[in-house]
């Protein structure tokens, strides 16, 4: 991507060009030493982090330490000379488009954390052939600020209200918070067909498993799975589909696609787990993406106690779709 991201040369880029050392903060306090690292050498592939680890090249205080050491305020860590070849490293320029529409899509910020707007088709994080997420883009929009993580995930193809923490100490909190189900989460879907206004919650186990061709699957196993929980409400009633809030009381991957598709209901635009006439249809339509969106978080701020609901807008494409079914609804 000329001009849009920094990437190694022909004769690979030395990232770290002499041993250093850096002294953990209190913003490091408790995260763990393979993903400081992961921070602190941007763009370094997570293997090459683990090898300096296993060779010993890492130390804290001196010391050699296991990847899920967790750092202390005044840890001393030495970091490697790290030289990555060609092709392997990208970093998101601060001017790329992408990045720069991230100031738009800011919904709350204060000291503690931001909540942004996550577009559709951008993962959370890289990795896995990814070459950047939402996480790499936005600190290369806010270089000032030293601690910037995420929360919490969304899905590549699923947009909506993410929260950032900006503090080590905010972000132990919101983990605490999710742990104990305090934060809130609504989504709206859109699936084929006519929900059963007596559906008001699933609960059904999910367990993941991995296909020959390396997909990853999540399907519901009542023996095997761990405990999910997805409550629904009707929005809206349209042409031969329903506009569904879905609010999943635990965190499970592709809990809401999976419990949708179980219930004969499956996500609009779903690839995976989707219904393709269903898809076909709202591709003619123009829609294009899948239709799962994270319209409202509901948390408590760290640093005030202050609940705090934020809401990000549905995009307008998926405002579109409800449009043209609500159009053809009347129309019949």
Request: charged share 25%.
């Amino acid at each position: 991507m000329p001009g849009n991201a920094k990437t190694a040369g022909e004769e690979g880029v030395i990232l770290n060009q002499a041993v250093t050392f850096k002294t953990a903060t209190d913003n490091d306090e408790g995260q763990r030493l393979d993903n400081y690292l992961a921070r602190t050498l941007k763009g370094v592939p997570r293997s090459l982090l683990y090898r300096i680890l296993r060779r010993g090249e890492v130390r804290v205080n001196k010391g050699r330490v296991d990847p899920s050491y967790k750092l202390k305020a005044g840890d001393v860590i030495r970091i490697p000379p790290v030289k990555v070849s060609a092709g392997k490293v990208t970093v998101p320029s601060s001017n790329l488009h992408l990045v720069q529409d991230l100031k738009n899509r800011i919904l709350f910020e204060n000291d503690a954390l931001i909540v942004i707007d996550k577009p559709a088709g951008l993962a959370a994080h890289g990795g896995s052939g990814i070459e950047f997420g939402l996480i790499e883009a936005l600190r290369a929009l806010r270089p000032e600020l030293p601690f910037l993580e995420l929360a919490h995930r969304l899905d590549r193809e699923t947009s909506g209200a993410i929260i950032i923490a900006k503090r080590r100490s905010a972000l132990r909190n919101l983990h605490e918070q999710f742990r104990g189900r305090v934060v809130k989460k609504r989504y709206l879907t859109l699936v084929p067909g006519s929900w059963n206004r007596k559906q008001k919650l699933i609960e059904a186990p999910l367990v993941r498993n991995e296909l020959k061709s390396g997909e990853r699957m999540v399907m519901v196993n009542f023996k095997e799975g761990a405990p999910a929980a997805t409550g629904f409400d009707i929005v809206e009633t349209l042409d031969d589909a329903t506009l569904l809030a879905a609010m999943p009381h635990t965190g499970r991957t592709h809990q809401i696609r999976v419990h949708c598709a179980w219930a004969q209901h499956p996500v609009g635009g779903d690839e995976k787990y989707g219904d393709k006439a269903f898809n076909a249809r709202l591709r003619s339509l123009g829609l294009k993406r899948m239709f799962l969106h994270a319209f409202r978080i509901t948390f408590v701020d760290p640093e005030s106690g202050e609940l705090l609901k934020i809401e990000a807008p549905l995009p307008p494409e998926l405002e579109a779709a409800v449009a043209a079914l609500r159009l053809k609804g009347n129309e019949a």
